[in-house]
């Protein structure tokens, strides 16, 4: 395989698609050399078909406002590769979203999902869809016509979607009530459904959880642990809720979360009801962090403004895509941070992890570091397909054991000859190999 070749290639088809493009390029660098170990992968053409998706869906969603208007919203589903179970991956609403955001995190669900060791291929979906200021009515209007056409290439061992940025319980509710509505099944189709109809308990924790889980094994490879450090979270939304609450339990100390407006720096810690608060402020619909700081005295929020300028020990980027830049990193590295683990899905730019990768910062990617909240995903479709729930603790320990074994994985692949790790190479290396080996014992499909 020639990275470059395949690069060519794709930008020539898929000319716009930017962020497919940097999700494709850093995978297929951090394979190259197993890739060319292995003369099959290269006779079963690996490479050139997974750089494409299986299948993707695009279809219209028109619904009606509260005030009687037709709004017309563009909406996806991207199947990218089913060779180790069904389809499986998030639904994002969000103005922002487009083709090419939704390829590159199908793309990197594959691999995600592959680190789990359950069995789930890659997905992803969603729409251009802002629910930012809109009525609780008009959501489920908008989820409802959104079922209307996705539920016809969705179903329990075809293709299983779950929540993301814009899409939580109450989303995920509206349209499992539609899909059922339309096909009479009550069955594990969505995950992050309710407890009370087939959901796991942890589900909404268990991304955040997971993010901690792995930055604990990270730093135990160092000889530390998460006992007073001081950590830095951006976003206040889902992710960042799990990371800060798990963060605090083992003995942290989390000193600032972000919003799209800024940060605030909270010098007593985010704790106790703070965690509550952020839950309250992102049901709030107002799209800022800047309340925080008006309710606690202890809070200075800095407007405009990111977060990773505050001195701390470990840095968990839990908001969005490319929200860490060269400069961001240079000022963690310059303020003795000692490892970035990412929760959101692709936060570092490319620029941002050369300089990462030149320091000696522990560095997580999001595919093995937040794979903890679709894990949890496969668990709750265990319980739905064995018709039994288990509780809080049973969830917990099987989370925490997914993710330190990605961890090792990404050990096991990435150890670098000095005796540092390389989490990049070794989690797309891991995921990688299932993948491929599935594909090669499939034949040309
Ligand atoms: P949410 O919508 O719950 O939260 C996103 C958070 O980021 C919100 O607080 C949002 O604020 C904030 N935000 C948006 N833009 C910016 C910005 N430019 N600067 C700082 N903060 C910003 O989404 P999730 O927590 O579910 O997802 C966060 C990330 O984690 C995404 O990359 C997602 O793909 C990834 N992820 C999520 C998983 C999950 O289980 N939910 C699983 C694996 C990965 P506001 O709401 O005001 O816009």
């Not at 170990?37 to 509260?66: C, N, S, T, Y």
């Not at 959901?199 to 930055?215: C, D, N, Q």
């Not at 309710?295 to 840095?315: L, M, N, Q, Y």
């Not at 319980?383 to 074994?405: C, F, P, S, Y």
């Amino acid at each position: 395989m020639k990275v470059s070749e395949i690069m060519n290639g794709l930008i020539a088809r898929t000319p716009n698609e930017l962020e497919y493009h940097q999700a494709v390029k850093e995978v297929l660098e951090s394979i190259e050399e197993v890739y060319n170990d292995h003369p099959q992968f290269e006779r079963a053409g690996i490479a050139e078909r997974l750089v494409e998706p299986d299948r993707v869906l695009m279809f219209k969603v028109p619904w009606i406002d509260d005030k009687g208007k037709v709004q017309v919203n563009r909406a996806y589903r991207v199947q990218f590769n089913n060779a180790i179970g069904p389809y499986k991956g998030g639904i994002r609403f969000h103005p922002n979203v487009t083709l090419s955001t939704l390829k590159f995190l199908g793309f990197e669900q594959t691999f995600k999902n592959s680190l789990t060791s359950l069995a789930m291929g890659g997905a992803k979906g969603g729409a251009d869809f802002n629910p930012k200021g809109k009525s609780d009515i008009e959501i489920m209007r908008f989820c409802q016509a959104f079922m209307l056409e996705l539920h016809k290439i969705i179903g329990p061992e075809m293709d299983v979607p779950a929540g993301d940025i814009g899409v939580g319980a109450r989303e995920i509710g509206y349209m499992y009530g539609m899909y059922k509505k339309l096909t009479h099944q009550h069955e594990g189709v969505l995950t992050g459904k309710g407890v009370n109809w087939g959901g796991s308990l942890i589900r909404p924790e268990a991304t955040g959880f997971g993010v901690v889980y792995f930055t604990s094994e990270m730093l135990k490879t160092i000889g530390q642990n998460l006992e007073g450090k001081r950590v830095v979270v951006s976003g206040f939304g889902n992710v960042a809720w799990g990371a800060v609450k798990k963060a605090t339990e083992l003995g942290a100390k989390v000193i600032a979360l972000s919003g799209p407006d800024g940060y605030i720096y909270d010098k007593d810690g985010v704790s106790g009801d703070k965690i509550d608060y952020m839950t309250e402020l992102r049901l709030s619909n107002n799209d800022v962090i800047q309340p925080y700081a008006d309710t606690f005295p202890s809070a200075i929020f800095h407007a405009g403004k990111r977060p990773w300028e505050v001195p701390c020990d470990i840095a968990l980027p839990c908001a969005i895509q490319n929200e860490i830049n060269e400069d961001d990193v240079m000022n963690l590295v310059k303020n003795n941070c000692i490892c970035l683990c990412e929760g959101a899905n692709m936060p570092c730019t490319p620029g941002a992890i050369k300089i990462i990768q030149e320091s000696k910062l522990l560095y997580s990617p999001g595919k093995a570091s937040n794979a903890g909240g679709v894990a949890t995903s496969g668990l709750e479709m265990a319980q739905n397909a064995m018709k039994l729930t288990w509780g809080k603790d049973e969830v917990d320990k099987r989370l925490h054991e997914i993710m330190v074994d990605i961890h090792s994985a990404c050990v096991k692949y990435g150890k670098n000859s000095n005796g540092s790790i390389d989490y990049v190479k070794g989690a797309n290396v891991a995921g990688f190999l299932k993948v491929a080996y599935a594909m090669l014992d499939q034949g040309i499909v």
